[in-house]
């Protein structure tokens, strides 16, 4: 982040606002809704400007800036044309650490004022860092236009029964899954319908069945595909929104792990090769002793729980336990790193059928049934194959598979660091050894591979 987002209080607090044309009065008037006291300063001032700020508790002085306007603010922005009088004003907030806001200028601003959807006392701020404000206001406009205005009386609800259902649930997690339930439940919605009666009930109601109800916890096995963020299911990111604890994978990007609730506790279980965080029996484990704490628990795995992500082994062990389980699918690595370097797995003229393998290596050697492999119109996709690939390419070559069959390791697919080597069964290794590469990667054999170039979209 370039900015920390923050909401500052500026309520019967002196602001320094250098400028008095239009720019200066689009800033008064924001001030002006978060009630600030301003002190104007500008040679001219715009009447609108004027007329807005025509009260005992604004100050305009119509003159030159001077250096000890800046005594007793608490804030300062810059809205005049002049640049060098922007710059003098900036290096001098920073010189008394007085917040400052060059209008347009990100680089002379130790804060910014982002795009704001107003649903008082709901606010939702978004911003672009100063880099594209009109892309700022594109996307607060697409949130003005599915956030009902009601939301900001749903708000003051919720606030005025804070103290009343902390007292009844003490417990901050259970807490917090109650507010989530009455949000998305009758109590929200009769609020939003203007019935404040009823929604009171509804809400007494659900605190008195609250106290009664034993707390189940429940996992959810979500697929949080190949690395792309935006790759993950709307199911999967609400649930991954709801979770009290995250279990995540090596594979799990870092983008994807930033979209699971901020508060959640995070446990890294991963596992790469010859070293494993956490064994497998006891991430199973946890996930039933999480879950019977009465925990909602996240298991975040890298592409697609069910292909090599042995999601079934786990929740065959909370099946056993009566544990609620939810199985999200996600973009399995051989369809998300395929799609994005421009690889079809199958192709009418190139590939009529497709097969998954992995490459894992046990005492030096990677057993897997070759000649099944080494079919004809067929493409091989190997995961987690980056140390066994001289042998699987030495392998399908002497099981009968032509030693110029194109061939493509795909390092970090999906990403913006995505890495493509192409080559042959006989020439790809080489190719590896040559280079720079790191897990994960994904291999992929057949003729649909030589149509890399002409269909890469990246």
């Not at 500008?42 to 305009?60: C, G, V, Y």
């Not at 949130?143 to 649930?169: C, D, S, W």
């Not at 609250?210 to 190949?226: H, I, M, S, T």
Request: glycine share 6%.
């Amino acid at each position: 982040m370039d900015f920390l987002p923050i909401f500052f209080k500026v309520q019967a607090r002196r602001v320094l606002l250098v400028g008095g044309g239009d720019i200066a009065q689009r800033k008064a008037r924001l001030l002006l809704r978060a009630g600030a006291q301003i002190k104007l300063v500008a040679r001219e001032i715009n009447p609108e400007l004027r007329q807005r700020l025509d009260s005992a508790e604004h100050e305009l002085i119509e003159r030159a800036y001077q250096t000890d306007d800046m005594s007793a603010v608490s804030m300062v922005i810059a809205a005049s044309n002049d640049n060098q009088l922007n710059r003098q004003i900036y290096e001098q907030a920073l010189e008394l650490n007085l917040p400052v806001n060059v209008v347009d200028q990100p680089e002379l601003c130790t804060f910014i004022f982002p795009s704001i959807v107003d649903r008082n006392p709901l606010l939702i701020a978004v911003s672009s860092g100063g880099r594209s404000p009109v892309l700022a206001r594109l996307l607060r406009a697409r949130l003005e236009t599915f956030i009902p205005a009601a939301y900001g009386h749903l708000a003051n609800f919720l606030g005025a029964h804070r103290q009343r259902v902390k007292a009844v649930i003490s417990d901050s997690a259970l807490r917090m899954r109650f507010w989530e339930r009455i949000i998305n439940g009758p109590v929200g919605e009769s609020v939003l319908a203007g019935k404040q009666a009823q929604a009171q009930s509804l809400l007494e109601d659900a605190l008195q069945t609250d106290e009664q109800a034993e707390q189940q916890g429940e996992v959810y096995l979500v697929g949080a595909g190949p690395g792309d963020p935006d790759l993950l299911t709307f199911r999967a990111l609400r649930l991954m929104q709801q979770a009290d604890v995250v279990l995540y994978d090596r594979l799990v990007s870092e983008q994807v792990l930033n979209m699971t609730r901020q508060d959640a506790e995070k446990i890294h279980v991963g596992k790469q090769r010859q070293q494993h965080t956490m064994p497998q029996q006891e991430i199973s484990a946890l996930l039933v002793s999480l879950a019977q704490a009465g925990k909602r628990v996240l298991r975040l795995k890298g592409g697609d729980p069910f292909i090599f992500g042995r999601g079934g082994e786990e929740i065959e062990k909370l099946a056993q336990a009566r544990i609620p389980f939810q199985v999200v699918p996600g973009i399995t690595a051989a369809s998300g790193c395929s799609t994005y370097a421009g690889i079809p797995l199958t192709h009418r003229d190139h590939a009529q059928s497709v097969v998954f393998v992995t490459g894992h290596m046990k005492n030096g050697q990677c057993e897997l049934n070759w000649q099944s492999l080494v079919q004809e119109n067929q493409t091989v996709v190997i995961y987690m194959g980056l140390i066994s690939l001289p042998l699987i390419c030495d392998e399908l070559i002497a099981h009968g598979r032509n030693k110029n069959t194109p061939a493509a390791l795909i390092q970090q697919g999906t990403m913006p660091q995505q890495k493509i080597l192409t080559g042959t069964l006989a020439s790809l290794p080489a190719i590896v050894e040559a280079d720079e590469v790191r897990a994960p990667t994904l291999i992929i054999v057949g003729e649909v591979v030589a149509l890399h170039e002409q269909l890469a979209w990246r």
